[in-house]
């Protein structure tokens, strides 16, 4: 079951046991943190299991025709069982009811990182596709991929 997560602990909380989890991807912990913090000023959907979160995606606005997914993670042990799918398109319902024109995502270009090229694989699955890569924004190591998808 997917909800609408409006209090900024519970943001936080749900962020933070689901990230801390996923280190493949989020082993950093000052950018952790950050995803964790600025979550409570993000839409956030979650998806429970047994009332229990095992997924959730943010949106942030990024212009007042596009909104981000800021970050999103689902549970390893529930990974390939379509949840981030079902969050994507709630979220994109949502963004599609607030008026946006297009959903952007970053993530690190294909053919750096095995979890990433899953990731990647992820969001083209989606039907995002390939807007620009910025080769330093976060550092050379993780050239950074923009995907966009028109609502």
């Known amino acids: 079951m997917i909800k609408l997560i409006e209090e900024k602990e519970q943001k936080q909380q749900i962020a933070r046991v689901i990230l801390e989890s996923l280190q493949e991807w989020f082993s950093i912990s000052d950018a952790r943190e950050s995803y964790i913090s600025n979550c409570v000023d993000e839409i956030m959907l979650a998806y429970f299991e047994n009332n229990l979160p095992v997924g959730f995606l943010c949106l942030k606005e990024t212009s007042k025709d596009t909104v981000e997914i800021a970050v999103m993670g689902v549970l390893k042990q529930y990974q390939r069982n379509k949840i981030g799918q079902e969050l994507f398109e709630k979220a994109k319902q949502i963004a ?51 995907y966009i998808m028109s609502i």
Do not use: H, R
Request: glycine share 6%; proline share 4%.
């Open 96 to 146: 599609s009811q607030k008026g946006y024109s297009f959903i952007q995502v970053k993530t690190v270009q294909m053919g750096k990182y095995e979890e990433y090229d899953k990731t990647n694989l992820f969001y083209k699955s989606l039907g995002f596709k390939e807007l620009e890569v910025f080769p330093t924004l976060w550092d050379a190591e993780n050239p950074c991929q923009i």
